[in-house]
């Protein structure tokens, strides 16, 4: 699979909150802030994951249905990695 500079991108953002998030800590900022950016990364992250998982799905889809071949086991794989995920 391709990973898109759309994908590295999400994760360079993340990057960039987690970054934030030590400089907070460094900087002895109060706990409700360093928990708002921590809980923000994470939901970025997890949207990045979604967003792959997405993508990838229909990467495989599309070669399944060319090919002829079953796509229910494409997508119960997408959907286990997405639970195993949370």
């Known amino acids: ?5 759309e994908m590295k ?4 953002r993340v990057e960039g909150q987690i ?3 030590l400089r907070l800590m460094e900087e ?3 706990c409700k802030a360093v928990i708002t950016q921590m809980s923000a990364a994470r939901s970025a992250l997890d ?7 997405a993508k990838n799905m ?6 399944q249905m060319e090919k002829g071949e079953d796509t229910d086991e494409v997508v119960e794989e997408a ?3 997405l639970v195993k995920s949370r």
Request: hydrophobic share 35%; net charge positive.
């Open 1 to 5: 699979m391709e990973y898109t500079p």
């Open 9 to 12: 991108n999400r994760l360079k």
């Open 19 to 21: 970054r934030g998030i």
């Open 28 to 30: 002895e900022q109060d």
């Open 47 to 53: 949207r990045a994951m979604a967003y792959t998982i």
């Open 58 to 63: 229909q990467h495989c889809l599309i070669e």
């Open 79 to 81: 959907i286990k990695l």
